[in-house]
């Protein structure tokens, strides 16, 4: 590769700040939030024009659609950014308005309703952009958008501060405590922290998703019934969700491929999301397209244009072997590829496979996560009440100080990231970053020498199940 030569500049210094969080997802917002809550300043960053995440950039509003009737609940700023958006009119109940008695009595009997109402309801990926806009507001918390952070500020081996790039020009934020809450570890990546990244031909898919509007939704849901999908159609199970119920869609693209409109080595098969009384449906998580590496952005570009193309194959499917799609228009295409996996920090403790599929505890907990593994052709949901904890360790990366990394970054093993991607686990490794930061401030210690109990005794207060 041909380099060239940068001349060295002053760079200014835009904001100093106790704590500054980067990355606005629900890890970031959880820890944000979380560090506000308990007393210090805060900042968050984030690259797009509004925070959410994978929420908002790609549509993924079933943040609990792993809830069952027999689940334990995590607690804390993730099932609080649940009822605040119910409470704000940004949910939606996705089986609630369901008049199926057949397939009402199936989801009844599956735990996916309870007294005629859904476990949980899909969040309004839209609306959710206000609804984050006005928790960060109310907590007091320093917003930036349209910012890249591209370098990190280093006094040899702790974190000082970073660099970023923006419409303004290249400028630096100073902090005592920095929460990478990027995804792909970026600032870990730029302070030298150790991390694993699988060959991109290992890496889980990349999606493009999409909506639909000019649905007969009740010819869909009658089709949807009569041809039932399982947890099993797709993958390995515990065996107590083989018969299981999901959104899992094949056949219109199956029969597109073999009338020849889709080609042989394109593979679209769809999750759907929620439907509304208008005829739309939110959320097709059906563009799912391998052999991509997150961090390399001739990669990334290849994949949203790819994916788009696959979205109008996907659209042309469901118009032609789906009913109720025969009048059906794309309403929506996500704003940002959808990314499982990139960088892992190496942590204090990688947590394992064997953790998270055994109910693993830990003397130093920061919440817990029911047992949720989706990820690498598993599929295990938390329909019998069993979890495991979240050790602080994963969040701490080696040989950087006041560093954590929270979110789907955090160290662990190939299945185990297929339980702590999950936005359930984000909110609960955000929340816990964000409380520890701030009680190492408080105790002027570094994060990795936090007092882990003191940081429980927060957590708890704020509503986080620890044991």
């Known amino acids: 590769m041909r380099m060239i030569d940068e001349p060295s500049k002053k760079i200014p210094i835009i904001a100093e700040t106790e704590i500054l969080v980067v990355g606005g997802g629900p890890a970031g917002i959880s820890a944000a939030l979380s560090a506000a809550r308990a007393g210090v300043e805060v900042m968050i960053v984030e690259r797009y024009g509004c925070f ?8 993924i509003g079933t943040i609990s659609w792993y809830r069952y009737a027999q689940t334990i609940e995590s607690g804390g700023i993730g099932l609080e950014l ?26 009844e009997q599956e735990g996916l309703m309870v007294e005629g109402k859904a476990t949980y309801e899909v969040l309004d990926t839209e609306m959710f952009k206000h609804v984050v806009d006005e928790m960060i507001q109310e907590a007091g918390i320093k917003p930036l958008l349209h910012c890249t952070v591209v370098q990190a500020i280093m006094d040899e081996d702790v974190i000082k501060g970073v660099i970023i790039e923006s419409k303004s020009g290249r400028q630096a934020i100073l902090a005592k405590r920095i929460i990478d809450a990027t995804g792909d570890a970026d600032v870990a990546h730029h302070a030298g922290a150790p991390f694993n990244k699988s060959p991109k031909n290992e890496l889980m898919e990349v999606t493009v998703n999409f909506g639909c509007s000019g649905v007969n939704i009740g010819k869909f849901l009658m089709y949807v019934y009569l041809n039932r999908s399982k947890f099993g159609d797709w993958g390995e199970t515990s065996g107590k969700e083989e018969d299981f119920f999901t959104t899992y869609l094949t056949e219109p693209f199956k029969k597109a491929q ?24 939110n ?17 990334l570009t290849k994949a949203e244009i790819e994916g788009r193309k696959r979205v109008m194959m996907a659209i042309n499917a469901l118009k032609k072997y789906t009913p109720g799609f025969k009048k059906a228009r794309l309403r929506t295409i996500g704003a940002s590829l ?37 990820g690498h052709g598993v599929c295990i949901m938390p329909t019998t009440g069993r979890y495991f904890h979240v050790p602080y360790g994963i969040i701490v990366p080696q040989k950087v100080e006041n560093l954590l990394v929270v979110g789907r970054a955090v160290a662990g093993d190939k299945i185990s ?36 109990s003191k940081v429980q005794n927060i957590l708890k207060k704020q509503g986080v199940r620890i044991e």
């Open 283 to 299: 959320s097709f998580n059906g563009i799912h397209m391998n052999n991509i590496d997150p961090t390399d952005v001739w990669d």
């Open 52 to 59: 959410g995440g994978v929420i908002t950039q790609t549509m």
């Open 258 to 281: 073999e009338a020849g409109e889709i080609p042989n080595d394109v593979t679209i098969e769809s999750y759907w999301g929620c439907y509304t009384d208008a005829g739309e449906i």
């Open 82 to 107: 649940e009822e605040r958006s119910k409470s704000m009119d940004a949910s939606i109940d996705i089986f609630g308005k369901i008049k199926n008695k057949e397939l009402t009595d199936v989801l």
């Open 417 to 452: 990231h297929a339980a702590t991607r999950q936005m359930v686990c984000c909110t609960v490794t955000g929340q816990g970053a964000g409380v520890a930061a701030a009680v190492s401030i408080k105790d002027d210690l570094t994060c990795r020498l936090v007092n882990i």
């Open 338 to 374: 959808g990314t499982r996996e990139s960088r892992k920090i190496i942590g204090q403790y990688n947590i394992t496979e064997d953790d998270v599929r055994n109910e693993a505890r830990f003397e130093d907990t920061i919440g817990i996560c029911p047992e949720f593994i989706d």
